[in-house]
């Protein structure tokens, strides 16, 4: 898949995967949804969510995993809420052309362009909180978080082959 419809597919998913609400219990059941996913998949990841103010309303971290998945994931959520958009695409538009971490004057200490941090959005657009999830290569991370938005909100999301990434 070329970087323009990899952009196009980002944008699509980012469109489709909304919430009439979310709150704690939402969080709650999304990421339990996730842990089970995981856990199916025996995979080696940890999952968040964390709010736009940075509370962690779910977290978790499966055995194999270690502090470093940590702050993957503290930097593709700075990433994601400064930018407003997955974290993928912001690798995709700096592929594009677009700026680098380092051209938009952040610190590639705090902040990361590479799948695995989505956001969650209200159907009225507004930004609520950040999907998180680190341990697979960028692309998978980003489309198990596709995968599980998309089993809880009964929305099928097109995805982004991983084999040709």
């Known amino acids: 898949m070329d970087l323009a419809t990899m952009r196009d597919t980002c944008a699509q998913q980012e469109a489709l995967l909304r919430f009439e609400t979310f709150d704690r219990a939402t969080a709650w059941e999304l990421g339990s949804l996730m842990v089970a996913e995981l856990q199916r998949r025996e995979a080696k990841v940890c999952v968040a969510i964390w709010s736009l103010t940075g509370c962690v309303l779910f ?28 974290s993928l695409a912001s690798r995709v538009a700096e592929g594009l052309g677009g700026n680098s971490v380092e051209a938009c004057g952040l610190d590639p200490r705090q902040y990361v362009f590479c799948g695995g941090g989505f956001p969650i959005r209200l159907k009225t657009g507004e930004m609520v909180a950040v999907a998180l999830a680190s341990g697979l290569p960028d692309v998978m991370d980003h489309g198990f978080l596709v995968d599980c938005l998309s089993k809880y909100l ?12």
Do not use: C, D, F, H
């Open 154 to 165: 009964g929305v099928q999301a097109p995805v982004i082959p991983l084999e040709e990434n």
């Open 59 to 86: 977290q978790y971290a499966a055995e194999g995993t270690a502090v470093n998945n940590q702050n993957w994931m503290t930097r593709k959520y700075n990433s994601v809420r400064l930018m407003e958009r997955s």
